[in-house]
């Protein structure tokens, strides 16, 4: 089934790093997301990867995928105030042979940082 | 562009009441998405079109709920009757496809309040 699964809540200081982690179910994914959600507003586009890479850094981010075990994680340092929020992964499920994608959101994980 | 535009922004109302909302996606955009987000089930993919037609409305949770594009740039969501359960928010969000990969760019939301 559609089902992406990921802890609900994060607490860390600022400065520190932050380590958000999510499970997939389906392993022909072409890409897999991490998108941003601030309060009071919609979902942003993060990051994503490629499905046959094992890392993708961008600035303080850096993003880890383990195919084999469907798990992906989003690293931030040097984690800051402003980076708040609620963080969700998502997959990619294709249909109608591909033409129109859909994605598919794990629950959240509310990132807190603290002072 | 002013990126995906929904309105209202809040919307309350009471229950066996018609709730309409609206979405209107980037322009040039060919695939839209409504989606509902509520601290209980997370983010759940309601419908999307492509080209204007639906591709998959698997993820509608009644025939209280229906959805239109009549157009490129206009979509609908309708309940009728509504009901207390369905008070979440109710994001809209569009994208290119098929096309690298599928980011999608999310409104600001509909604050949905059924009483």
């Known amino acids: 089934g559609e089902d992406v699964e990921q802890s609900l809540f994060l607490s860390v200081r600022e400065g520190d790093s932050s380590v958000i982690n999510c499970t997939y179910t389906d392993s022909s994914s072409t890409y897999l997301y991490w998108y941003k959600q601030e309060p009071g507003a919609g979902l942003q586009l993060l990051t994503y990867?490629?499905?046959?890479?094992d890392m993708k850094q961008d600035q303080r981010l850096t993003v880890l995928l383990n195919k084999k075990d469907k798990h992906l994680s989003l690293r931030i340092a040097d984690t800051q105030t402003g980076d708040s929020a609620i963080y969700f992964c998502?997959?990619?499920?294709?249909?109608?042979?591909?033409?129109?994608?859909?994605?598919?959101f794990g629950t959240g994980t509310l990132l807190a940082v603290q002072p | 562009d002013a990126g995906v535009i929904q309105s209202p922004r809040h919307e309350v109302t009471e229950m066996g009441q018609e709730v309409t909302l609206r979405c209107k996606p980037i322009?040039?955009?060919?695939?839209l998405f409504w989606y509902r987000q509520t601290m209980m089930r997370g983010l759940e993919l309601l419908i999307y079109?492509?080209?204007?037609?639906?591709?998959?409305d698997s993820g509608m949770p009644e025939d209280r709920f229906s959805a239109k594009m009549p157009n490129a740039s206009f979509s609908t969501l309708k309940i009728q009757p509504s009901e207390p359960r369905d008070s979440a928010v109710y994001f809209c969000?569009?994208?290119?496809?098929?096309?690298?990969?599928?980011?999608?760019?999310f409104g600001s939301g509909t604050q949905l309040s059924v009483l």
């Open positions: 998502a997959e990619s499920l294709g249909n109608y042979g591909g033409a129109t994608n859909k994605l598919i």
């Open positions: 990867i490629f499905s046959n890479m």
């Open positions: 079109f492509n080209n204007n037609v639906p591709i998959d």
């Open positions: 322009s040039g955009h060919n695939s």
């Open positions: 969000a569009s994208s290119y496809q098929p096309a690298t990969n599928e980011k999608l760019f």
